[in-house]
């Protein structure tokens, strides 16, 4: 594949969840990711600064909103969790930016992701907007593989 010549676009974009696709979203925000530092001196050390080590890592949630389908899939999922089955509901999910061909750019891989929570859509007679669920999927961690 050669290499490109400028950025991925934002607006084309799957959402993987057990290695299937599912489409239909029209917004997604990426985690980030945050390690704590822990600062330290020792009793004997002459520095003037602290010392800097690496803590714990702490990643943000996958935040996820598109129109509402008639599949109940997403909420089926929510509910393993409100059912006390978090064995069951943790998945491998994946995030896959498409190029203008709409061939696999850069994709983020999330592991044992659970949905912690699930928003049902703002329904509003006099809109014209598409009705959109939300889904904030949490993880253990994430990485960048493409």
Same mark, same amino acid.
Not at 34 to 62: H, I
Not at 93 to 109: K, N, T
């Given at each position: ?7 991925? #676009?934002?607006? #084309? !974009?799957? +959402? ?8 239909? *979203?029209?917004?997604?925000? +990426? ?21 800097? +080590? =690496? ?18 899939? &997403? ?8 059912? %006390?089955? &978090? ?18 750019? =850069? #994709?983020?891989? *999330? ?8 928003? /049902?859509?703002?329904?509003? /007679?006099? %809109?014209?907007?598409? /009705? ?9 961690? !994430?990485?960048?593989?493409?």
């Amino acid at each position: 594949m050669p290499d490109r010549h400028g950025p991925l #676009r934002n607006t #084309r !974009f799957l +959402l993987e969840i057990d290695g299937v696709a599912r489409g239909g *979203f029209s917004v997604c925000c +990426l985690p980030s990711a945050r390690t704590d530092v822990v600062e330290y001196r020792e009793g004997n050390d002459g520095r003037p600064t602290n010392r800097k +080590l =690496a803590g714990s890592t702490d990643y943000g949630p996958l935040v996820l909103k598109g129109g509402v389908a008639d599949g109940t899939g &997403l909420y089926e999922w929510h509910r393993l969790v409100e059912q %006390g089955k &978090l064995g069951e509901a943790r998945r491998p999910v994946a995030v896959v930016v498409l190029d203008e061909e709409g061939q696999p750019g =850069a #994709r983020w891989e *999330f592991r044992d992701a659970w949905p912690a929570r699930y928003g /049902a859509p703002r329904l509003d /007679a006099t %809109g014209k907007g598409v /009705a959109l669920e939300t889904l904030e999927i949490v993880t253990e961690g !994430f990485e960048r593989v493409q």
